[in-house]
């Protein structure tokens, strides 16, 4: 019975990484290695004002006497900084009329991801801002959106068009000295997208990135801004895939919310880079900062996440909650496999009167995997009647992997009502054996107990998100688990 | 001899200190105290004294306390100089073996102890010549100085403190008392190391109770080593209560072996600044643990309680309680840690913290951590910070019972759940009766004792 138990774990979780394909596309670099030159090229190369070179400038200084972050419950190796290649952009930038006229090898590689970057996945309504290693590709709806005033882009494009805007957000929430990440992507970020929702408006369809981490050696640097002003409702979405490669490529990425009164931002996020093979050599190394700010009254902001890929994962969606009766909600599925590391969570900081925050993560580890939560909830001292709740639930399949929870709260008010559970389990036999009573095989039974175990998360995704995410934690933890 | 010392510079004062008073330290001591102060104070060196930057001291920063006009003192005399009170310390209805420490030296036991035979109950000095074998075998095996720099602090300095050896199969009903006093005409630091050995089979239930009896600054740093073998059964409950102006960390280490069965109890009452840390290893299958503790602090005052359970091996299970109310502007802070290494198969562990925030001012930082190597384990951990329940408050309100009295009938069943778990009946009674008479104001806490009410000598409130 354990025997078989055993057996079908490692079936179930030996399944090989099935989106490693390597797209040939020329690519403009720059050469390898960082330094003030090199920040100078990428801002000059994206043509950008005299402020953006001027932040980069500061980022990257700033950056030069920082050290890489060592606390987290993860097993980093050296990165030498002056191996990337920080800048590489699809040769031409392509500007489109219509469908026909990209690149067909592009379009291959989005089919075989399943963008619905055509005709009949438009009907979907799903805007696609497409991003191969870095530059904007290709932007769909834009008019639909253009006419009730939301701003989808590039935030390149941002930057020239909408300056005062990003001038006055970026870098707002998360600060070009907040991490060692933090500091390294505010100097070198390439692209990202920036969305901004006008007064009241509702976006009538959910927002979607796609990237890919595609050309050998580039790291790639994501910046994302959002800005929901009053009363306006946003929901978008974030996926990734990248192709096999076995050497490390380092990602550091931000994503900066702002939301106004009343305003509401659901944040999702499909993550499922290149692990590593099953010796845990090469990989993504994932290195996020995402924060949320909850400026104005009412507002609110919901994470949820599915994290798969990665060999290092190292991210803590977080939400400032500065505006009274804000909410922040974070919903969290880890999956760590093989010789996978992840060190995630999220930081609730309650600052405004009657906060609340909600936390819900699920950790999964089997094979020789390590997966950690980490999160911090503070509730400062006028943040009255803040309330909040976190769940932190483990699962182990296998012997050789570990979990850990690390939670901290800093509570220095009185009418706080904080509570923190947390279990770490595996897989009873007494479940297993309840359901091969009722005629149900052992495979089946792991698949359904998973299923049920993550359902708390994915439920909360986005319809089409959710089948994305169940064929996600198919591929990391299974032939047959569903 | 009593050495004064003015510390600024905090590290390399005190190894001047050591280096200066090596032969003092070492005379009359153990040969294998002596053997461990030249590694113990290499590491101090290294790691320094714990500010709020070393993570496992995250909210506790000590440097300031060490700082200051401190008194050490170096000879048993010196330590008693100017004891002028004798005091006594006694819980009712309960019969106890009492020793009594002063500024960490071994000072006198009751004439009539009437120890079962075998039982020893001495200084760690006195060890040194008729149970060479135990403290060669037990001495600095479970306390890790290499980890904490506060250990390694206690093993360069430490020159006295209890030594308790219980031998096989023997059971002792009433529990040994180790009364520690701090008391002199002026500010004193000291050190104190206790070694506790409860052989196969044997029972032991020890109770440390810390008091201070004059109103000087007084710093204390404590290290209790216990080692519980096979099928041992060991309690040990440390009822801290000091004045505002004390700080005090207190170390206690447990090793268990198979089938033991061990239960510490941190009962801080009152006091300055506290940081206990408690580590239990359990380095054999089937042992149990109970770990609690109950902090009740208001002023200034400062708990911090940092545990550290080590599921070393398959089969053992742990319990873990810790609650605490904080009143004024009182601080307190809760690490728990719990480490299942890898193969340490069907283990159970179960931690809890809860906290009770009274006023404005009060502040709570919990840190419970898993750390979890091995799958077919069951572990979990809560923490909450919150109020008295607005349901159950007004539940009782409904049914004629006033605002006052709600209040403090929710308070005590509150603190109850971790008195409950104290396996001594009379002691039980005692801080039940203490701890409703604290939630109701009753006492005046910083001028006697809280456990036998015997008077301090006019330790002000600060």
Known sequence: MAEDQDKILEEVTGGEYKYGFYTDIETEFIPKGLSEDVVRIISAKKNEPEWMLEFRLKAFRHWLKMKAPNWAHLNIP?????????????????????????????????????????????LSGVAVDAVIDSVSVKTTFKETLAEKGIIFCSISEAIQEFPDLVKKYLGSVVPHGDNFFAALNAAVFSDGSFVYIPKGVRCPMELSTYFRINAMNTGQFERT???????????????????????????????????????????????????????GKGGIYNFVTKRALCKGDYSKVMWTQVETGSAITWKYPSCILQGDHSIGEFYSVAVTNNYQ?????????????????????????????????????????????????????????????????????????????????????????????????????????????????????????????????????????????? | MNVACRIIDLQEEYIKLFNDQLPLLQSGAPEKMNSLREQAIKIFKDKGIPTNKVEDYKYTNLQPYFKGNLNLAFTNESAHNDVTQHFHCEVPQLKT???????????????????????????????????????????????PMEKDA?????????????FIYVPKGVVLEKPIQLVNIMTGSEDRLAFQRNLIVADENSQLKVMLCDHTMSPQKFVVNSVTEVFANESSVFDVYNLQNQHNLTTQVAGIYVHQKRNSNILTNNLTLHSGITRNNIRVTMDDENCESHVYGLYLSDKNQHVDNFTFIDHAKPHCESFELFKGVMDDSATAAFTGRVLVQK?????????????????????????????????????????????????????????????????????????YEVIEKIRVEPLKEQIRGLVEKRFRGEFDKCDSCVVCGQSGSGVSCL
């Open chain 1, 78 to 122: 050296e990165i030498d900084f002056q191996d990337i290649i920080y800048y590489a952009a699809p040769k031409k930038k392509p500007e489109l009329e219509s469908m026909d006229e990209v690149d067909p090898e592009l379009r291959a590689t989005f089919d075989k991801l399943g963008i619905p970057l055509d005709e009949q996945k438009m």
């Open chain 2, 150 to 162: 506060m250990v390694a602090m206690n093993t360069a300095f430490a020159q006295d403190g209890a």
């Open chain 1, 341 to 482: 590391q992840a060190d995630t969570g999220t930081k609730m900081i309650h600052l405004g009167k009657n906060t609340r925050s909600l936390i819900v993560s699920k950790g999964v580890s089997a094979g020789r995997s390590h997966n950690s939560y980490r999160g911090l909830v503070k509730v400062s001292k006028k943040a009255e009647n803040a309330r909040n709740f976190s769940q932190c639930d483990s699962l182990l399949l296998g012997d050789q992997c570990g979990a850990h929870t690390f939670p901290y709260l800093e509570i220095v008010n009185n009418t706080a009502k904080v509570e923190h559970e947390a279990t770490t389990s595996k897989i009873g036999e007494d479940q297993i054996f309840y359901c091969n009573q009722r005629g149900m095989s052992t495979e089946d039974a792991v698949g359904l107990i998973v299923n049920g175990y993550v359902k708390e998360v994915i439920n909360q995704l986005p319809m089409e998100f959710a089948v994305e995410a169940q064929k996600l934690l198919q591929i990391s933890l299974e032939g047959s688990v569903g």
């Open chain 1, 225 to 279: 801004l959002i800005v929901a002003d009053d009363d306006s409702y946003v929901s978008y979405l974030e996926g990734c895939t990248a192709p096999q490669r076995d050497e490390n490529q380092l990602h550091a990425a931000i994503v900066e919310i702002i939301t106004m009164e009343r305003a509401e931002v659901k944040y999702s996020t499909v993550q499922n880079w290149y692990p590593g093979d099953k010796e």
């Open chain 2, 97 to 143: 073996y009492n020793v009594f420490l002063v500024n960490g030296w071994f000072s006198a036991k009751e004439s009539d102890l009437n120890l079962p035979d075998g039982v020893v109950v001495c200084s760690i000095r006195d060890a040194a010549e008729q149970h060479a074998d135990v403290l060669e075998k037990y001495y600095g095996k479970t306390a």
């Open chain 2, 343 to 415: 193969d340490a198969q069907q283990t159970n562990a179960y931690q809890s913290n809860n906290n009770l925030l009274l006023t404005q001012n009060a502040k709570i930082n919990s840190k419970p951590q898993l750390e979890i190597y091995a799958d077919d384990v069951k572990c979990s951990h809560g923490a909450t910070v919150g109020q008295l329940d607005d349901e159950a408050m007004f539940y009782l309100r409904a049914r004629g019972i006033s605002q006052e009295e709600s209040r403090v009938l929710l308070m005590f069943a509150f603190a």
